[in-house]
């Protein structure tokens, strides 16, 4: 829980003092909370089996956040992975996540990094979400060479639009991720592509920071439907990812009660009223199980007066953090010291040489002045993993809070 003291006046992640580990570490630096981070897990996982979801299995999104301590820990409490990368499989494996609870996704997996995902296990991983008949032909015949059947989920473009960004909506005709149904059923008996593979499941994903379930509720009507038209039974149907955050605090973005609630009654709708076919479901879950638990801390190097327009220059830039410059997103903005200044209209900007270099515009703050710490707020997801070299600087470093406080560097 991130909160103000009110004796101490500063601002507390979890019991811990945010000024104190920020005079002793050099900023800027994330911070996660392990106790935010399995209560949004646990949170997802229970509203899955309040909705009577069978036998659900939550695949965390890796590229969200792949901090080692983080993976580690939701491995513990027994998610599975969503990858896109041999990293990704290999930082899993290493986390302690099984094979059998991996699904591969992504457009361009290489020869090198689908090998990798077959040798993990007898036969390969749980499923790789093939996006183009390439692909699965590629699967095949190194499936054969190494004398396995791989299991394959077919990744269906539903052609639903999705109210988000742009760059993070995935489920239409032009997007280059997932199969068109009519592609899927009549390739469906082609022998170079199924000799050594075994379709186990179907697959979507319409996009990232979702707020509106209608698109979903459309997506798995395709799917559904897709199921039913192939004749076959599936062990799974994997819905995907992209639960929105409430990063504006308006309190009317759909909860996971919700969105487990639409997907069981879609799926009871589109299927369960249609055939005796029961597959498991499976989720991908990224931002909404990792983006409240990550704060980012920086320090204002000076402030500066341009006109009607004041600026504090802090030493994160968007190296750092980009998605505020990249997708124009809102992300809370904290001084960690409560203040009686005056509250003006802030620009917080970072050091880069780019104008798009920038966390808020025209905040109201207590006026900031040189050294005050701030906290960029719910940044655990598509932080650090989003983080670059740009303008040759070293990349923020990150520190995790356990479940009995305790600080440390990951
Ligand atoms: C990015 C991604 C996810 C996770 O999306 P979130 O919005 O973080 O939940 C899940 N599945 C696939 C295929 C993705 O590309």
Same mark, same amino acid.
């Given at each position: 829980?991130?909160?103000?003291?009110?004796?101490?006046?500063?601002?507390?992640?979890?019991?811990?003092?945010? *000024?104190?580990?920020?005079?002793?570490?050099?900023?800027p630096?994330?911070?996660?909370? @392990?106790?935010?981070?399995?209560?949004?897990?646990?949170?997802?996982? @229970?509203?899955?089996?309040? *909705?009577?979801?069978?036998?659900?299995?939550? =695949?965390?999104?890796?590229?969200?956040?792949?901090?080692?301590?983080? $993976?580690?820990?939701?491995?513990?409490?027994?998610?599975?992975?969503?990858?896109?990368?041999?990293?990704?499989?290999?930082?899993?494996?290493? =986390?302690?996540?099984?094979?059998?609870?991996?699904?591969?996704?992504? $457009?361009?997996?290489?020869?090198?990094?689908?090998?990798?995902?077959?040798?993990?296990?007898?036969?390969?991983?749980?499923?790789? *979400?093939?996006?183009?008949?390439? #692909?699965?032909?590629?699967?095949?015949?190194?499936? !054969?060479?190494?004398?396995?059947?791989?299991?394959? !989920?077919?990744?269906?473009?539903?052609?639903?639009?999705?109210?988000?960004?742009?760059?993070?909506?995935?489920?239409?005709?032009?997007?280059?991720?997932?199969?068109?149904?009519?592609?899927?059923?009549?390739?469906?008996?082609?022998?170079?592509?199924?000799?050594?593979?075994?379709? $186990?499941?179907?697959?979507?994903?319409?996009?990232?920071?979702?707020? =509106?379930?209608?698109?979903?509720?459309?997506?798995?009507?395709?799917?559904?439907?897709?199921?039913? #038209?192939?004749?076959?039974?599936?062990?799974?149907?994997?819905?995907?990812?992209?639960?929105?955050?409430?990063? #504006?605090?308006?309190?009317?973005?759909?909860?996971?009660?919700?969105?487990?609630?639409?997907? %069981?009654?879609?799926?009871?709708?589109?299927?369960?009223?249609?055939?005796?076919?029961?597959?498991?479901?499976?989720?991908?879950?990224?931002?909404?199980? %990792?983006?409240?638990?990550?704060?980012?801390?920086t320090?204002?190097i000076?402030?500066?007066?341009?006109?009607?327009?004041?600026f504090a220059i802090v030493d994160g830039g968007m190296n750092d953090f980009v998605?505020t410059s990249?997708?124009?997103?809102?992300?809370?903005?904290?001084?960690?010291?409560?203040?009686?200044?005056?509250?003006?209209?802030?620009d917080i900007v970072g050091p880069i040489c780019e104008t798009a270099d920038c966390f808020?515009?025209?905040?109201?703050?207590?006026?900031?002045?040189?050294?005050?710490?701030?906290?960029v707020?719910?940044?655990? !997801?598509?932080?650090?993993?989003?983080?670059?070299?740009y303008n040759?600087r070293?990349?923020?470093?990150?520190?995790?809070?356990?479940?009995?406080?305790?600080?440390?560097? =990951?």
């Amino acid at each position: 829980m991130t909160k103000i003291n009110d004796k101490s006046k500063y601002l507390h992640i979890d019991g811990v003092s945010i *000024n104190e580990i920020a005079v002793k570490l050099k900023t800027p630096f994330y911070i996660y909370s @392990e106790t935010t981070l399995s209560e949004n897990y646990l949170k997802f996982k @229970e509203a899955a089996i309040e *909705n009577k979801i069978i036998n659900p299995l939550i =695949c965390f999104a890796l590229k969200s956040n792949p901090n080692k301590k983080v $993976v580690k820990s939701l491995a513990k409490l027994g998610a599975g992975a969503d990858i896109v990368s041999g990293g990704e499989l290999k930082r899993s494996l290493e =986390c302690g996540i099984c094979p059998q609870k991996i699904v591969f996704s992504g $457009v361009g997996k290489t020869e090198e990094e689908i090998n990798l995902a077959l040798k993990s296990h007898k036969n390969g991983i749980y499923s790789f *979400n093939v996006e183009s008949f390439e #692909e699965l032909e590629l699967i095949n015949k190194l499936a !054969a060479k190494a004398k396995k059947t791989a299991r394959v !989920a077919l990744r269906l473009n539903p052609q639903v639009q999705v109210k988000t960004h742009k760059h993070i909506s995935t489920g239409f005709k032009t997007h280059k991720f997932g199969l068109l149904r009519e592609d899927i059923l009549k390739n469906l008996k082609q022998r170079k592509y199924w000799s050594h593979t075994s379709l $186990v499941g179907l697959s979507i994903h319409i996009g990232s920071q979702l707020t =509106c379930l209608k698109a979903t509720d459309k997506a798995i009507k395709e799917l559904c439907q897709l199921a039913l #038209e192939t004749g076959k039974s599936f062990e799974f149907f994997d819905v995907g990812g992209g639960l929105g955050v409430d990063y #504006e605090r308006t309190k009317d973005k759909p909860s996971c009660f919700d969105y487990m609630k639409l997907v %069981s009654n879609a799926l009871e709708k589109y299927y369960y009223t249609r055939t005796n076919d029961r597959p498991r479901v499976v989720f991908e879950p990224g931002r909404v199980i %990792s983006a409240t638990s990550g704060h980012f801390i920086t320090k204002v190097i000076r402030t500066k007066t341009s006109g009607d327009c004041f600026f504090a220059i802090v030493d994160g830039g968007m190296n750092d953090f980009v998605r505020t410059s990249l997708y124009g997103a809102y992300h809370e903005i904290i001084p960690i010291k409560k203040s009686k200044r005056k509250v003006v209209s802030t620009d917080i900007v970072g050091p880069i040489c780019e104008t798009a270099d920038c966390f808020g515009s025209g905040i109201m703050l207590p006026k900031l002045m040189a050294n005050d710490i701030i906290s960029v707020s719910d940044v655990g !997801a598509y932080g650090h993993s989003m983080s670059s070299n740009y303008n040759m600087r070293d990349k923020p470093r990150e520190f995790f809070i356990s479940k009995k406080g305790k600080v440390s560097k =990951c």
